[in-house]
């Protein structure tokens, strides 16, 4: 069985960061400059992170709306606490991510039957069947794909090769999802901490994440017109499974959630989010400056 496990307790115990202040920032965003191919000089690698940002907004209004459920039964305060942070982050992701649907629109793509697409099979179609704890699960594993999205991107170097707001969006909102990735992990462990509970949570998000992953990717690779250029798939071969090795470590990660004492923060990789806020904070001092 899981085990529960509260804010402070592991944080005494272990190098936990204390989240149960969960600060808010705020960013103004223009996507209107951004290049077509603005990572890596490489279409497919381009629509992997396009493809993520176009399953955010839906993803993120459901983990809000799931998570606010079950918040008024959560015992520790500092959860419920942390819980708050959490919606505020996630909302400002949302709002971000929502404004990448229309620059993408504006570079001539054709997003919209695969965004109708997934919110039906996605989101109300099982949610509508299974109901909202495993929903919570369901987030739960979801917040585990995006916490290794988040590592890949401040680890592998990726985002070093890239440029412009996407970066930008892309790094703060991996720091936020390093800095919250307990926060609904230790929620459904409140609400329900049965074993098989997670396991169909993390299933039913492998179910949906990798499919439409795929799917959006090809889309836009396909609409491009790059589908069968020699490049399109030795990209697709780096970012899956020689350089980011995508697939690989979310092979390793599924196998650690696997465990049943498993917890977001076993592995502390929060210095991964503080460099981040670091550098961000220190061009907003600078952009402050009377010069
Ligand atoms: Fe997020
Ligand atoms: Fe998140």
Sequence with gaps: MGKVLHLNEKYETSSRPPNEK?????????FSKTQNYWLDNSAFKTHVL????????????FFVDTVKKFAKEVKDDSLREA???????????YLAHDKTLQMLRDQGYEIDSFLEVYQK???????SLLGDKIGLSATAGFEHYTALVAEIGLTS??????????????EWHAAEEI?????????????DDNYFLRLAGITISSI???????????????????LFEPKTWKDFLEIFFTKEKFLVRAAEMAAEYLDPDFHPWDKNNSHLADNVFRKYDEQRTKKAEPS
Aim: charged content about 25%; proline content about 4%.
């Design 157 to 170: 170097g990726i985002l070093d090769r890239s440029s412009g707001e996407m970066k930008r969006l892309f």
């Design 208 to 226: 949906i994440f990798y499919p439409f992953l795929f799917w959006g990717t090809f889309r836009l690779v396909a609409q491009d017109g790059a």
């Design 121 to 127: 099979f996605g989101y109300d179609f099982w949610h």
């Design 179 to 191: 800095e919250h990735k307990s926060v609904v992990f230790d929620v459904l462990n409140e609400i």
């Design 50 to 61: 396009n493809t993520i940002s176009l399953m955010l907004p839906a993803a993120e209004r």
């Design 83 to 93: 819980a708050k942070g959490f919606y505020g982050q996630e909302i400002q992701h």
């Design 22 to 30: 969960l600060p808010v920032r705020k960013f103004d965003w223009d």
